[in-house]
């Protein structure tokens, strides 16, 4: 018991690490196109709640088995790019190599379809974390505060005041969470769960922590390194009155005022607490000149002007086996010009330069016109 909540810390404490990062190197160079605004963010918690209960119903109402294949075989295409994506982050930017990339990926995922295994899930689940976290940036701390209040509201209500939350979490097979069994030797039926919102959203605003810290107010990974202590607090702080009252518990209702009250907190005690609330992303963001490029297929799919679902899931298709190839990958540095090193001849004729100059002075032409007229006189 006590080693699947270590796992599960641990694992949810990875994936906000690695996707916060990824995100940074994104924003450092323009490459962030998806930013959340306030507005997106008043609404999650609403679209969350009709999502939610949307599927309570129809678990109710549609057999089981029907929604979870539904369910699964939708959840794992998201995944097999989710896990394509993160795998790039890895491999070397070969032909060959982001290939068999791809075929990996699909191979976890039809694996998992076949067999349920919950580490397949794990791996697959990881890589959604990881993949939404980097993907999505948020404007300002005003709207990471309207999300993280929302969805805390929100997590309270379902799982409090109704079992809508645990029953579509315990019904549905799909890698919406992270799973682990409670005994390791023996059977495996019973597991500890996690589930991804209590990881996602939460990543949203720590890495949004990493880019305040780093590229506005240049304190390193301060801010960052707070809120990681945060998260990890809330973390244990959830599991432990999960053990004590033996009841599921709203995660995000320990780990949003430890986030909150630990970033203002920290803060207020560095004097940046005006920078916290006049912040925007838009600032940190380097403008870069966009090249004129044929107007192919292939490059409005990746723009989104044919935003159709068939012209995207071909473009990712293409982009999961590397037939399309990363802008940054592209504009690769020159190589720089490697020097043999010199002789000793080569040493010595350069240690002699200087001095031969200085022993034999330069006379100019006009100077040696008065001296060629004298001798012929």
Not at 71 to 100: E, H, N
Request: hydrophobic share 50%; glycine share 6%.
């Amino acid at each position: 018991m006590y080693i699947a909540l270590v796992f599960m810390i641990v694992t949810s404490i990875v994936c906000i690490f690695i996707g916060s990062h990824r995100l940074l190197k994104d924003v450092r160079k323009g490459r962030v196109d998806e930013v959340l605004q306030a507005a997106d963010a008043a609404a999650f918690p609403i679209t969350g709640s009709c999502v939610l209960f949307g599927l309570y119903v129809a678990l109710k109402f549609i057999p089981k088995h029907v929604v979870g294949m539904i369910l699964s075989g939708y959840l794992s295409i998201a995944a097999v790019f989710a896990l394509g994506s993160a795998m790039r982050m890895i491999t070397p930017s070969q032909f060959i190599l982001r290939f068999l990339t791809g075929v990996f990926s699909i191979a976890v995922c039809v694996a998992y379809l076949v067999t349920k295994h919950w580490v397949l899930n794990n791996i697959m689940a990881v890589s959604i974390c990881i993949t939404a976290i980097s993907a999505l940036n948020i404007s300002n701390f005003k709207t990471s505060s309207i999300l993280l209040i929302g969805l805390f509201i929100y997590d309270i209500f379902w799982v409090f005041g109704t079992d809508v939350m645990v029953s579509v979490a315990t019904g549905i097979d799909g890698p919406i969470k992270i799973l682990f069994p409670q005994t390791i030797f023996g059977s495996h039926a019973k597991k500890s769960l996690l589930g991804l919102g209590d990881i996602v959203i939460p990543g949203f605003f720590i890495a949004q922590t990493l880019v305040f810290s780093t590229l506005y107010v240049k304190r390193g990974t301060f801010y960052f390194r707070v809120a990681m202590w945060a998260y990890f607090l809330s973390l244990v702080n959830t599991m432990s009155v999960m053990l004590i009252f033996q009841h599921a518990q709203p995660a995000l209702l320990y780990i949003v005022p430890w986030l909150l009250l630990s970033t203002l907190t920290a803060a207020a005690v560095k004097g940046d607490l005006k920078k916290l609330f006049l912040y925007d992303v838009e600032l940190t963001m380097e403008k870069k000149p966009v090249k004129a490029k044929p107007a192919t297929s292939d490059a409005k799919n990746a723009a989104g002007e044919e935003d159709g679902l068939g012209a995207i899931l071909w473009h990712l298709t293409k982009e999961l086996f590397g037939f399309v190839v990363e802008e940054e990958e592209v504009e690769k540095p020159k190589k720089q010009q490697i020097k043999q090193p010199e002789s000793p001849k080569q040493q010595e004729q350069k240690q002699l330069e200087p001095q031969a100059k200085k022993a034999s002075p330069v006379v100019s032409p006009a100077a040696k016109q008065p001296a060629q007229a004298k001798k012929k006189q």
